[in-house]
């Protein structure tokens, strides 16, 4: 049967849809989980990459939203608002057109990756570049939300987490099992929230019998969790994860400490290193928030906390496209060519 997005596949676990629940869809979920063979051999590890950069607006964040926006149709809703490193704004915006709603979203000026920006505008929002951080924009549209009645449809909206936990079914429905372990980049701290609501409604069900210890990776320049306190000015590469206070704080520390995980940092350089890594050596192109993904796992190999051999997924949360400059810039420049076979055959030897 064809694919009908998160909502009507995982029906069953999803008690919040109703029969009077309009369902907006883009077919979201359903993306592939690609064995990384070539990083897994070289970590000694069994290693998988959840590719979430395959969803229609590039990132996970329309797992949530699909069941954040059909439930704003319910009710009524005649306008969603969000305040958004990029992902959130491009979805939000796609789902709010394909709903016939007008959608706000604040991002902070200048530190949004082109694509992100490029979606948000397309789709048909009202784009608000806010002088500030992300943290300042949530505080905004907080208050804009229960001043004007916007459907606010940020993590902290409980409908997102519902769509987002369906990663975790397709992870272990895929693996036939859940995973050893999974690592996972963390900002607003929704998604690593999330999945571990998935994993552990999951095993109620019945459907597996254990449940994988989770590693969060935040970026050292926006390291609240790692270093229990508020970054009041975060700094990284990383757009998605430049977050200096997660609205799902308390959440993550118990995700990590339930499932027997940890949540640490990781340098820009580190982040890029592994943004290189992942695409040169099997092929995967993510954002560098999800290269966080990579570089934390490299370090927890080789800190020892993830033993040899064990089973391990990566989220990459976002696609590399929609960030090509960080690509651009951190890489040697190209080679300009007459068009002749005598010219290419000096670079190819
Ligand atoms: C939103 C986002 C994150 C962070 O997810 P949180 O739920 O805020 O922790 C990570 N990577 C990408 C690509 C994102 O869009």
């Not at 210890?213 to 390291?223: D, H, S, T």
């Not at 927890?300 to 960080?326: E, F, M, W, Y």
Request: charged share 20%.
């Amino acid at each position: 049967m064809a694919w009908e997005g998160i909502i009507r596949h995982y029906r069953d676990y999803l008690p919040i849809i109703t029969n009077k629940t309009p369902i907006v869809t883009l077919l979201e979920g359903n993306t592939p989980l690609i064995r990384a063979t070539n990083l897994g051999k070289e970590l000694g590890i069994d290693l998988f990459v959840k590719f979430e950069g395959l969803n229609p607006t590039g990132s996970f964040k329309d797992r949530g939203m699909t069941v954040a926006i059909s439930k704003a149709l319910e009710k009524g809703v005649k306008a969603t608002i969000c305040a958004s490193t990029g992902n959130t704004s491009a979805s939000a915006a796609a789902y709010s057109a394909r709903a016939g709603i007008k959608s706000i979203v604040l991002i902070p000026k200048g530190y949004v990756a082109l694509g992100k920006l490029a979606q948000a505008m397309i789709y048909g929002s009202i784009v608000l570049e806010v002088e500030g951080n992300f943290d300042d924009a949530l505080n905004v549209v907080r208050e804009a939300s229960e001043e004007l009645g916007i459907e606010i449809v940020n993590s902290i909206n409980p409908y997102r987490l519902e769509g987002q936990k369906t990663a975790s079914f397709e992870i272990c429905d895929a693996l036939g099992k859940a995973p050893d372990i999974q690592v996972m980049p963390v900002g607003n701290a929704g998604n690593i929230t999330a999945y571990w609501m998935g994993y552990k409604q999951y095993k109620e069900a019945g459907k597996i019998n254990s449940l994988p210890k989770i590693f969060g990776i935040q970026a050292k320049g926006a390291a609240p969790l790692v270093y229990n306190r508020v970054f009041e000015k975060p700094e990284t590469i990383a757009t998605a994860i430049r977050i200096g206070n997660p609205a799902r704080w308390q959440e993550a520390i118990k995700a990590k400490d339930e499932s027997g995980g940890k949540i640490i940092d990781v340098t820009d350089e580190e982040i890029i290193e592994g943004y290189k890594k992942i695409a040169s050596k099997d092929g995967i192109f993510v954002e560098p928030a999800s290269a966080a993904s990579i570089a934390g796992l490299i370090k927890l190999v080789n800190l020892g906390d993830i033993p040899k051999g064990s089973l391990v997924v990566a989220i990459a949360t976002g696609n590399g496209l929609k960030d090509p400059n960080t690509a651009i810039s951190n890489l040697p420049p190209t080679f300009t060519v007459k068009p002749s076979i005598e010219e290419v055959k000096k670079f190819i030897q």
